[in-house]
């Protein structure tokens, strides 16, 4: 063994170089788990067919030394030839693969067949060469080439040619990256083919082509880009590629979108671990149902609790599986989701109105743990939430947007002495949107400072009409949204803008969410302080929606507590109206004020009354109304 090596590293150090480099990329893809894909399964296939094609070229040389009959020789070599031809078709297989083109050659049967003709023909051949020795053969254990040798040559070549033309045509389907890798290897790989070709002993081919390999494995294998680690599924990077690719080369896809939301409070009881743990599960068994349904398709995490499924066909039997498998394998968790059938190609006119709308389809899918399509919405709504960029910035430009107040009964003073400031817009298209789309539209694009400031300044402008303090209002609360309390300017926009208005800042309590409490707390308290120092107040909205850490939302210097609305509709439950008496109680003995949210009847306005909360906001008392409503409200209480 130890003689064969050694004539192995004498012999052939460079095929025996491109073995080492070979092996190790195939083995470290199959660690890295870089198997599912169909560009990763012919990345492996291209290095063990290369790996096979380096064997053949080995034993075709150290044959020689080791028997006196050409046949054996002859036989390796051609193995050797054949599989070197296989590669140049494997690797433009490749690159339909990476492009995800293939539906572009599968559109008519006869391109794949006019595309393995050469191999075929270069097959017979090979064949043909045991009896003509055309191609090449061995005369006295000497290896000759025959007269039809650069036959062996036009095949590859073809192959690698049509690659470079390809890449050219589609290389929108690539990144910078890998456009440049894929090109770049097959002038490399013609430029060592040609030196080997003037000097036949320097066995250098499959040394270049292990590093070929090499440079795709650096560039276009990369599992931190297009693979979650933890669940193995497709990377968000990886699913916004394919969107784009198939849009571009007008391939028809559906996409089964299942969003989870339980995922997110489940993470407020479980541990890190636990929280992967449950994510793969659920990729796990995803897989299953696929494979218990006979389906290949892709599964993408773009998010931390979204998944993506994309298909060929909409499959619709396998969808409501996954469904019901969802429900009955996480019973215990209380797991909610909406699934979602998309037909990308018919619902969708371009992958920016597909991408923009995923971000938003729960705004009108209600029905949690069932299947629901596109269509269900009517395309009034698919507009808005494909336009809700330009209804915004529309509505900046125009100052269309109109601030609503609710007012807010104090129990002490029997009177109405404060009131939430909401946004509405009604745009001249569309009429009505709804204000949760507008400001996550506007948070997740940016234009959440802008909204901000612009509904800031014009509930100053309100709070300048002089007959609001001689009906009794003393304050307006004002939302800020977790995006604008990470901002580094909010506090000294919002002072900014008090100022020209020319007000105190007691006329303003500023409302903070548990979402955003629970954020980066440094910058948020840097804002919040300065603020307070100013004199502003502050408000913890939404309380019982988030993570509830009270300890860290404490360290804020908060006025007011605001009781979420989601509470009160549970008041019906013994458990939760004993959590309600408590945590109010909690409350009012650490010194905070209390405002319970989303009252509508006397019966429960009478029941936190007598809990002792401070204020009182909902339907019972009134809904939010304009400016001049609002006025006319309070000049009738008073």
Not at 166 to 178: E, S
Not at 525 to 531: D, E, I
Not at 565 to 582: H, L, P, Q, T, Y
Request: proline share 3%; glycine share 4%.
């Amino acid at each position: 063994m130890i003689f064969l090596l050694t004539q192995m590293l004498r012999m052939t150090p460079f095929d025996c170089a491109a073995l080492v480099v070979l092996v190790i990329l195939f083995l470290a893809n199959i660690i890295r788990g870089m198997t599912k894909s169909l560009d990763n399964k012919y990345y492996l296939a291209l290095a063990a067919e290369t790996i096979v094609c380096v064997f053949f070229d080995i034993a075709s040389v150290l044959c020689l030394d080791m028997t006196e009959n050409p046949l054996i020789p002859m036989i390796f070599n051609t193995g050797y030839v054949f599989t070197h031809v296989l590669t140049a078709l494997l690797y433009l297989f490749y690159i339909f693969s990476i492009t995800d083109t293939w539906h572009v050659i599968r559109r008519k049967k006869i391109h794949l067949t006019l595309l393995c003709l050469p191999m075929v023909a270069t097959a017979g051949l090979l064949a043909y060469n045991f009896w003509s020795h055309k191609m090449f053969t061995y005369d006295g254990m000497v290896y000759q080439r025959g007269e039809w040798f650069l036959a062996l040559y036009i095949t590859p070549m073809f192959y690698l040619l049509f690659g470079a033309i390809y890449t050219l045509v589609f290389r929108k389907c690539l990144d910078a990256v890998q456009d440049i890798a894929v090109l770049s290897i097959i002038p490399f790989v013609l430029g060592v083919v040609a030196v080997q070709f003037y000097v036949p002993d320097l066995l250098l081919e499959l040394f270049a082509c292990s590093l070929s390999f090499l440079l795709l494995s650096v560039t276009t294998q990369r599992p931190e880009q297009m693979l979650d680690p933890i669940t193995g599924c497709g990377s968000r990077s990886a699913y916004l590629k394919m969107i784009s690719r198939n849009y571009a080369t007008n391939r028809s896809f559906n996409i089964v979108m299942v969003d989870i939301h339980s995922i997110a409070s489940l993470n407020a009881t479980t541990n890190y671990d636990a929280q992967n743990k449950l994510q793969k599960s659920v990729a796990d068994l995803i897989r299953k149902t696929q494979a218990d349904h006979n389906i290949n398709a892709d599964i993408y995490q773009p998010e931390f609790n979204r998944f993506r499924l994309v298909l060929p066909t909409e499959r619709m039997v396998y969808t409501t599986t996954l469904s019901a498998s969802l429900q009955g394998s996480f019973r215990g968790l209380s797991f909610v989701y909406n699934i979602c059938i998309v037909k990308a190609m018919m619902d969708f006119p371009d992958a920016r109105s597909l991408i923009s709308w995923e971000h938003n389809f729960n705004m009108y899918y209600t029905r949690m743990n069932e299947v629901q399509r596109v269509s269900d919405v009517s395309q009034k709504e698919l507009n808005i939430l494909m336009n809700t960029e330009r209804i915004i910035s529309n509505a900046l430009e125009k100052n269309s947007i109109e601030m609503y107040y609710q007012p807010i009964y104090s129990v002490e003073k029997d009177a109405f002495v404060s009131a939430e400031a909401l946004m509405r817009l009604t745009d001249e298209q569309y009429g009505p949107i709804s204000p949760f789309l507008l400001i996550s539209t506007a948070e997740r694009n940016g234009m959440i400072h802008m909204l901000g400031n612009y509904t800031f300044r014009e509930v100053c402008k309100f709070l300048n009409r002089p007959e609001l303090e001689e009906l009794g209002l003393e304050y307006v609360e004002f939302n800020l949204s977790v995006e604008q309390c990470m901002n580094v300017d909010l506090a000294d926009d919002i002072i900014h803008i008090l100022e020209d208005a020319e007000l105190p800042p007691t006329k303003v309590n500023l409302e903070i969410t548990e979402s955003a409490a629970s954020s980066s707390a440094e910058r948020l308290m840097g804002n919040v302080s300065k603020l307070y120092n100013y004199g502003f107040t502050f408000s913890l909205d939404d309380y019982g929606t988030g993570y509830s850490n009270i300890t860290g939302m404490l360290q804020y210097p908060l006025d007011i507590i605001k009781i979420d609305k989601s509470f009160v509709d549970n008041w019906g439950k013994d458990n939760v109206r004993a959590v309600i008496e408590s945590t109010i109680a909690m409350f009012k003995k650490a010194g905070y004020k209390v405002l319970v949210e989303g009252i509508e009847t006397k019966e429960l306005a009478d029941a936190f009354i007598a809990l002792g909360v401070d204020y009182i906001q909902g339907y019972y008392y009134a809904r939010p109304m304009n400016g001049d409503a609002f006025v006319e409200f309070l000049r009738k209480a008073v």
